[in-house]
Structure formats: C-alpha cells, structure tokens
C-alpha cells in the first residue's frame, strides 16, 4: 500500500481548541480558493439521480468542513436537501453553535456517531469530505464494509491525490512547507470567523502556519491511491452494491480530487 501512516497535528486530542479551528478556517479557505464547493455539490446531484435521499449525513464533520457551502449550493439548484454534521467526538459547543444558526437546512448531531457503523447514524447519503485519510486501513476497510454490507450510500471525497514518489516527497519537504507557510499567512484575513487567537498564533507566534503547512504535507501520503482502495475494496464486491473510484472533475474540466461512490443496486 503506499499511503504513509503519517502524525496529523489535528488528531491529537491534546492539540489546542483554538489552534485547531485557526487551522480549520484555513482548510475552509483553500477549498473555496479551490471550487471544491461546486465539485462535491455535482457528486452529489449525480448520485441522487441513482438513488433517492432527502438528507446528507456527514461523517467526521469536525468544524463543519465545506459542507454547509455545499448544502447551500445544492438547494439554490436543485430540490431542498437537510444536512447533519455528525462527529465522533462532537464539540458542545460547535453544537450548539451550528444548531442556534439561522440555516433550516444544517444542523449538528450532539451524539457519537462511530463511521465504522452505518446502522447507528440516521438514515441519509453518507459523505466523508477530505477525512477518509484519517482513517487507519482496518478502519477504511470496516467503513467501506458497512456501507456495503448494510446497503447505505456514500460519497467519499478527497482533494488530494497521493501520486508523488515518498522519495520525492521528503526531499521537496522544506520546499513545500514553506510554500504552505506562506500560504497560510496571505490566506488568514479571508477567513470567516476570524478570531484574537487565530491572528496571534498567525503572525505573533506562528503555531497554526507550521502545524497547518506539516498537515497538509502528510495528508499528501496519506490518502489512499486508487490501488489502495482497490485493496480496501477486495472481498466487499456484492451483486447488489456498486462502487465507483474516479477522478473529480471541475465544470471546466480540469481534475481536482477523486471520489469513491458506493450505492444499492435496484432501490
């Protein structure tokens, strides 16, 4: 298997509240600088058109990821979908957050919800947006498997692709951390939400660039390849289950991501 089972900063219990969502406002950030919005929305509109579901379950949420924009972007095209965040470990207070907020359509589940077992999440698509390289293989493999095993839809969606040689990685490293060092700086003002502490631990004390510039380097190896998922894959081929792993495309063509689709046959 190639993917590496590299640290993330971000999934380390440990790991500071405030510098957590500094990083995640920057997350939310590049996926707008990159369309992702548009491209996970179309992945969506696709698979409704194969299978009905009025309500998207969202694994891993986290924050919230891109999903509410996404959500809105749907139902100003198409008929009116419900979004619910769900997290392992769910935030009180992003809860509570993200279920006093004005948007009907987004709220957040205040109980656990183990990705591992489908039947325990409400009815609904599943989605996991850029978080399934989190996930160990024996862990990938039981997601995978419960959703074919318990005939539930779902959208897996990564922005990255892990095509780069691991030599080619660890020596371009510096190079590209400092590129993402950079990054975070000119990208911080473009944040929603934007906090004391966020800005602080930006250009005071620059705790969120370099944890945000490794993250994002070491979510590089370790997202699954296509082969990789060919071998999560194997022994959960069933008559009545279809899976589908290609590349995502923009509306002008060009790629950006990959996508794995698992969905019920003849319902």
């Given at each position: 298997?190639?993917?590496?089972?590299?640290?993330?900063?971000?999934?380390?219990?440990?790991?500071?509240?405030?510098?957590?969502?500094?990083?995640?406002?920057?997350?939310?950030?590049?996926?707008?600088?990159?369309?992702?919005?548009?491209?996970?929305?179309?992945?969506i509109i696709d698979l409704?058109?194969?299978?009905?579901?009025y309500t998207i379950i969202d694994l891993g949420s986290g924050s919230g990821g891109p999903m509410p924009e996404v959500i809105n972007y749907i139902n100003e095209k198409e008929a009116k979908l419900n979004l619910l965040l769900t997290d392992l470990h769910p935030n009180p207070e992003l809860v509570k957050k993200m279920n006093t907020d004005d948007n009907e359509f987004?709220?957040?589940?205040?109980?656990?919800?183990?990705?591992?077992?489908?039947?325990?999440?409400?009815?609904?698509l599943k989605t996991m947006i850029a978080s399934f390289h989190h996930m160990s293989p024996e862990i990938a493999k039981n997601i995978l498997q419960s959703a074919s095993k318990n005939s539930q839809s779902i959208l897996i969606y990564e922005i990255a692709k892990n095509n780069v040689p691991f030599i080619a990685w660890v020596l371009l490293?510096?190079?590209?951390?400092?590129?993402?060092?950079?990054?975070s700086l000119v990208m911080t003002p473009f944040s929603k939400n934007l906090t004391v502490a966020?800005?602080?631990f930006t250009y005071?004390?620059?705790?969120?660039?370099?944890?945000?510039?490794?993250?994002?380097?070491?979510?590089?190896?370790?997202?699954?390849?296509f082969d990789d998922i060919d071998l999560l894959l194997s022994g959960l081929e069933t008559p009545n289950y279809n899976w589908?792993?290609?590349?995502?495309?923009?509306?002008?063509?060009?790629k950006?991501?990959?996508?794995?689709?698992?969905?019920?046959l003849n319902k």
């Open positions: 298997m190639k993917r590496k089972e590299l640290f993330e900063f971000e999934d380390f219990g440990w790991f500071p509240t405030g510098i957590r969502v500094g990083m995640t406002n920057l997350i939310l950030v590049f996926h707008r600088m990159m369309g992702t919005t548009e491209v996970i929305s179309n992945l409704r058109k194969k299978v009905p579901f987004v709220n957040y589940h205040n109980e656990s919800i183990n990705a591992t077992n489908l039947l325990e999440a409400p009815k609904g490293l510096p190079v590209s951390l400092s590129i993402l060092i950079v990054m966020q800005l602080l005071l004390i620059p705790i969120i660039p370099l944890a945000y510039a490794w993250d994002g380097q070491a979510s590089l190896m370790r997202t699954y390849t589908e792993i290609n590349d995502a495309f923009k509306e002008n063509g060009k950006l991501g990959y996508y794995i689709k698992g969905y019920p």
